[in-house]
């Protein structure tokens, strides 16, 4: 902390700084999201988040476009045209994705969120929203299957709004997806999430269960989001 001999003001140490612009910015955003505004919000805040991580140096948690350039490339490098999608919320990922999946499934918990997201579709025959429980709807939709898919993992699995993760809900959809006779592609946002503490394993856990009991894939982190491809397309990807 220092004080400024001329004005007399006092200048906190910068990470004090850092730290109430985060805290100012995330009291707005949950102001924000109680209100009808927020949907919009979403839809135009994706460019200045971009460069205000840019600009904050590229902390952990990366943002909605970061997301949205690996969910695009990996599905062009690995030629995967079916995208599933666990948590819909406000259906951003589902729309930015529309034109690059021939097949987009996405399964959200919460009626209200699923059901603002099918009208928002409505006129789109190859996007289905699903409202469920992932833990039920993956295996079923890997039932109808019959070519490898991109699933971005991304419903609050270490807790949401305030409600605790359910700690087996991750394991038993990668083991479920990963059992599949299909090689499927796995991309599990806010990998940081993934503490080793209370029951969530750590990002290592996971990739020691997965590269020990599914020899044939490989797991790396990068960006907050952890990523398990097939070991023999593992050359190259990003
Ligand atoms: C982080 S948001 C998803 C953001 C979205 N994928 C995107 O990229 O824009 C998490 C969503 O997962 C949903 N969710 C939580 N538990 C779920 C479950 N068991 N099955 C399906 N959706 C769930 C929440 O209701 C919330 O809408």
């Not at 490098?77 to 589902?94: A, D, P, R, S, W």
């Not at 789109?124 to 109808?144: Q, T, W, Y």
Request: charged share 25%.
């Amino acid at each position: 902390m220092t004080f400024d001999l001329l004005d007399g003001s006092f200048h906190p140490p910068l990470f004090l700084e850092t730290l109430c612009r985060e805290e100012i910015l995330n009291a707005f955003r949950r102001l924000l999201q109680r209100t009808p505004f927020y949907g919009v919000y979403k839809a135009f805040g994706h460019y200045p988040d971009y460069w205000y991580w840019i600009l904050r140096g590229r902390p952990t948690r990366s943002p909605h476009l970061l997301k949205q350039k690996t969910v695009r490339e990996y599905g062009e490098k690995f030629k995967v045209n079916t995208l599933i999608e666990t948590g819909t919320y406000y259906g951003e990922m589902v729309a930015a994705m529309k034109r690059n999946f021939s097949q987009i499934y996405s399964v959200e918990s919460v009626p209200g969120l699923a059901e603002r997201a099918r009208k928002k579709f409505a006129a789109e025959a190859h996007i289905k929203i699903i409202c469920g429980d992932s833990r039920i709807v993956i295996p079923e939709l890997l039932d109808k299957l019959s070519r490898p898919a991109l699933f971005w993992l991304d419903a609050g699995y270490y807790g949401w709004i305030g409600k605790q993760g359910e700690s087996d809900r991750l394991s038993i959809e990668i083991k479920s997806i990963l059992s599949d006779p299909l090689e499927h592609i796995i991309l599990l946002d806010d990998a940081r999430g993934l503490t080793g503490r209370d029951g969530v394993p750590s990002a290592s856990d996971v990739k020691a269960y997965v590269e020990s009991t599914f020899a044939k894939r490989s797991v790396e982190v990068k960006y907050d989001i952890l990523r398990i491809i097939p070991r023999s397309l593992s050359d190259g990807a990003d």
